[in-house]
């Protein structure tokens, strides 16, 4: 539910003349996976944009990247085998300032789960296992074949690092930040988020409704995550969170379950952290992702890295469309998911909006 700068920027060549063929030598390249060389419609009759190159992406194998609640003590002990693991977070040490490997493996719990080690946690954690994939027979062949990434709200950094939009540093140095600056905007106000399970996007939408004509504008509530259906996560003021949970049964939810988090993720609540979000990325210099990433923001992919920051600013304030994400992807023709990362929280709502769909888990 879950967050400055070596990368050099790829110039902006695609306005103008639709290329023909983007070339494998114009992408940048990772530690996590090969070039990648895209086709080019050339039969679109509107001019191909710098942020329109994955347009007509066709997906066959994707990675997924946990968010934030995927976190859970002994996360990592895989990476302590895996030497290149292992150097992410050693490297991650330097830049937070503490040994992030103990906390993941031993705890405790209260400081796993806090919003400022959490993020960068996960974010490191699923960047390890990709290495653990790779350390693996087949997995540098099954790296070299994924050609869409995407990642739950923090995980949409992890996706960005993976696809070379910028370093693993950087994406850390960003991860940090945005923990922190999502964490000080739920002290500065009472929020919580909720999620309400049994019921369908309307439902709930109506249950924010009928809660929001009882509470005053602080309290207001909204969908925050758009998950899968019969589990979408609502945010907002505490009261506006007590009356959702008071009326949900009567709206014919299962259940709600009171989340883990610091504070209304994804809603107004988080403007304060926006501003902070938007220097360290002015700071940051993206390149254009070697393969399509699809954004929480709009379910879409973006490839012109001004445009990028832009959607990464206001992803803490905008709802997760990780429902649409999904539904694209599997519309466009994904074949295979690996969710790389803690936990199975992704291959769970994947399995609740595609009961047939194949995915594997790839844990650190």
């Keep these: 539910m879950a967050s400055a700068a070596s990368c050099a920027l790829v110039p902006s060549v695609f306005l103008g ?3 023909r063929r983007v070339s494998s030598s114009s992408l940048p390249r990772n530690s996590w996976g090969s070039r990648v060389s895209m086709s080019v419609s050339t039969g679109i009759p509107e001019p191909l944009t710098a942020d329109t190159i994955f347009k007509d992406y066709k997906p066959t194998c994707g990675f997924l990247f946990p968010g934030q609640g995927a976190q859970s003590v002994g996360m990592g002990a895989a990476s302590e085998n895996v030497p290149a693991a292992a150097e992410l977070y050693s490297k991650a040490n330097d830049i937070l300032g503490f040994d992030l490997l103990d906390v993941c493996i031993n705890g405790p719990k209260e400081k796993l789960d806090s919003t400022v080690i959490s993020q960068p946690a996960i974010y490191v954690t699923s960047l390890a296992a990709v290495e653990v994939l790779r350390a693996r027979e087949g997995g540098q062949d099954i790296i070299d074949s994924v050609d869409v990434t995407c990642g739950l709200s923090l995980g949409e950094y992890t996706a960005l690092a993976f696809a070379g939009a910028f370093s693993f540093e950087d994406g850390l140095k960003l991860v940090k930040l945005r923990g922190e600056a999502m964490q000080d905007a739920a002290d500065a106000a009472s929020s919580a988020m909720v999620s309400v399970i049994g ?3 309307e439902k709930v939408q109506l249950l924010c409704d009928a809660a929001n004509d009882e509470v005053d504008e602080n309290n207001k509530v ?4 758009f998950l899968c259906p019969g589990n979408y996560a609502v945010s907002g003021g505490v009261k506006g969170v007590e009356v959702v949970e008071a009326k949900a049964k009567s709206f014919k939810a299962r259940m709600t379950v ?6 209304a993720f994804h809603t107004s609540f988080m403007e304060p952290a926006v501003s902070r979000l938007e220097a360290a990325l ?3 210099e993206l390149r254009t992702p070697r393969i399509p990433v699809i954004s929480n923001v709009d379910a879409k992919p973006h490839s012109d890295p001004e ?3 832009k959607i990464l600013a206001r992803q803490v304030t905008s709802p997760v469309q990780w429902e649409s994400t999904v539904k694209t992807l599997m519309e466009r023709g994904l074949k295979k998911s690996f969710e790389l990362g803690p936990g199975k929280v992704i291959a769970g709502i994947l399995k609740r909006i595609d009961k047939g769909a194949d995915i594997e888990n790839i844990s650190a």
Excluded: E, F, Q
């Design 17 to 19: 003349k639709i290329p």
């Design 199 to 201: 019921l369908d996007s």
């Design 222 to 225: 909204h969908i925050a995550n």
């Design 258 to 263: 009171r989340l883990a988090v610091a504070g």
């Design 282 to 284: 002015a700071a940051t």
């Design 307 to 309: 445009t990028i920051k």
